[in-house]
């Protein structure tokens, strides 16, 4: 799975509020709920102008008062020059880093898993189900819980929702996936600090590969911020390996 074939399934797995195409990516918009959702994602395969990719995307942020965000791809053959042009470009701009991240991924028909025994694979919830636990994991208000109502509502595409409680019916982890074609996105992991370390996440993980393969999936992949080494280390334990890199380069505007 190249590149672009990636960036695509995960663009169509995890959806923004709103997204306009423009020739050389895409614009997307989730009222700032997170990067990802409301940042330019450029194509890896296109050429353009610099100047007019910067001043159509500060006028797309802008209007929308949000801070210009552009996501910055480093992957591991030519264009990468062409991303570094654009980096060093926005950073004369003005624009900071932010969020150095890995993406990470597995071929699945090469690898073999094994659910956990005793119970910890978790709860098959809807979505709905899912994101009030996960509000309760990390803690974001009301209406950041509507804006990612609204985005779960639009993932067209088949997804498995997992929550795992302790013993008093209290959520202690989640995560999700979700199959675009062949490619298995893994996303929203999250366990509750006071219970880490207690093989949560593994298990989630695990259960939901296994969920993956069953519907037909070739390949799965995630995301880990650089800085969550724990993470990165649980990941490659289960044998995701690191494929490129991105990060993202921000402007206020005013």
């Known amino acids: 799975m190249n590149l672009s074939e990636l960036e695509i399934a995960a663009r169509d797995a995890w959806p923004a509020l709103e997204e306009q195409e423009q020739p050389f990516g895409v614009l997307r918009y989730s ?4 990067r990802r ?3 330019l994602n450029v194509y890896a395969d296109v050429d ?3 100047g007019k990719l910067v ?3 500060e006028q797309f942020f802008r209007q929308r008062r949000q801070p210009a965000i552009v996501r910055i791809l480093c992957p591991d053959y030519a264009v990468q020059n062409k991303f570094h042009h654009l980096d060093n470009y926005l950073s004369a701009c003005g624009y900071a880093i932010e969020a150095l991240t890995q993406v990470m991924s597995l071929d699945l028909w090469q690898s073999e898993f094994t659910v956990p025994t005793g119970g910890n694979v978790g709860i098959v919830c809807d979505r709905c189900t899912w994101l009030q636990a996960r509000q309760g994991l990390i803690g974001f208000n009301d209406e950041q819980r509507n804006i990612h109502q609204k985005i779960l509502g639009k993932i067209a595409c088949p997804s498995r929702c997992l929550v795992i409680e302790d ?7 989640c995560g999700m996936a979700v199959l675009s074609g062949a490619a298995l996105g893994i996303y929203g992991l999250a366990t509750k600090e006071h219970h880490r370390g207690r093989g949560y996440a593994s298990a989630l993980v ?4 296994q969920w993956g393969i069953s519907q037909g999936a070739r390949y799965a992949y995630l995301q ?3 800085s969550n080494t724990v993470a990165w280390r649980l990941y490659n334990d289960l044998g995701f390996s690191d494929r490129y890199s991105y990060w993202y380069r921000v402007k206020q505007l005013h």
């Open 31 to 34: 009222n700032g709920v997170n």
């Open 37 to 39: 959702s409301n940042s």
């Open 48 to 50: 353009y102008q610099l």
């Open 55 to 57: 001043d159509i995307t």
């Open 167 to 173: 013993a008093t019916g209290f959520p202690v982890s």
């Open 206 to 209: 695990q259960s939901l590969l």
């Open 224 to 226: 880990v911020e650089s």
